[in-house]
């Protein structure tokens, strides 16, 4: 089984130095609480991510184990390390991207709370443990497989929006795989994957219970859903509130505001 966490101990935090590639750079999250490397030729996180981070439950104790899988450059594990002690794994199947998160979470001295895992999704259980998490976290690709000839040139652009690397299916199972029982499972997607997401939570004993509608603005369309479920729970799904991003002006939302700069 692979090693956890090591516990180190840490008198106090000094300055880490790390090297950037040269298309690299450090971008602020949460106001200017943390930092993140980002390159202008890999995928960057965008908004889901946020919302992601701020809809998911959370253990509060130290004890508690959260598994976020498709962790891209770790920003979802980095968002959770503020809101929790408990300890984090991000897994990532792109070498590229598994190494700036890395370097990420060494930068932010958060190497004792979050460790990245270079490795598929598929059959992670059998790698870091079966049933034995609190809290699971995905930001998947959201297109499904599509021939070649449609699909962005940059490999890194194509494995993070397409369903080739995993499909939703691939997804679903490792998290139910992963989770305790009682344990919680929240994933972004697109409207259009709703009834995909309802059916194989279910096939895989995750219990959809808590769903919200994401709007660009108010009188548009939703364009994302957020939704958690419980291994083996109860039915009983609650639709929250809607969530709009932004005004009639295009600036933010006042509680997209807070989530950005890290209010609550």
């Not at 809809?55 to 004890?63: G, I, N, V």
């Not at 259980?125 to 809290?135: C, K, L, P, Q, S």
Request: charged share 25%; aromatic share 8%; glycine share 6%.
């Amino acid at each position: 089984m692979h090693t956890i966490f090591s516990k180190v101990s840490t008198v106090r935090k000094k300055k880490v130095m790390i090297k950037l590639e040269s298309d690299e750079r450090l971008d602020h999250l949460l106001g200017k609480s943390l930092k993140i490397i980002q390159s202008t030729n890999v995928f960057s996180f965008s908004l889901d991510a946020v919302l992601l981070a701020h809809f998911t439950y959370l253990p509060l104790q130290p004890s508690g184990l959260i598994v976020d899988l498709c962790a891209g450059n770790g920003v979802i594990p980095l968002f959770l390390s503020k809101r929790t002690k408990a300890h984090i794994l991000g897994v990532e199947i792109q070498e590229r991207l598994f190494d700036m998160a890395r370097r990420s979470v060494c930068y932010n001295h958060l190497a004792e709370q979050i460790q990245m895992i270079h490795g598929d999704l598929r059959g992670i259980a059998g790698t870091i443990g079966f049933e034995r998490y609190d809290v699971v976290t995905c930001n998947p690709p959201y297109f499904e497989n599509i021939p070649d000839a449609t699909k962005n040139a940059n490999e890194h652009f194509t494995i993070a929006r397409h369903e080739v690397a995993c499909c939703l299916e691939d997804v679903v199972k490792s998290a139910s795989q992963l989770l305790k029982q009682g344990g919680k499972f929240s994933i972004v997607h697109r409207p259009n994957r709703l009834m995909d997401l309802l059916t194989l939570m279910r096939q895989y004993r995750l219990e959809p219970k808590r769903l919200q509608f994401v709007y660009p603005k108010m009188k548009k369309e939703a364009n994302m859903i957020l939704l958690e479920a419980i291994k083996d729970g109860k039915p009983g799904l609650k639709i929250l509130p809607p969530l709009v991003i932004y005004q009639d002006d295009d600036t933010y939302t006042p509680e997209l505001d807070r989530m950005l700069n890290g209010r609550e």
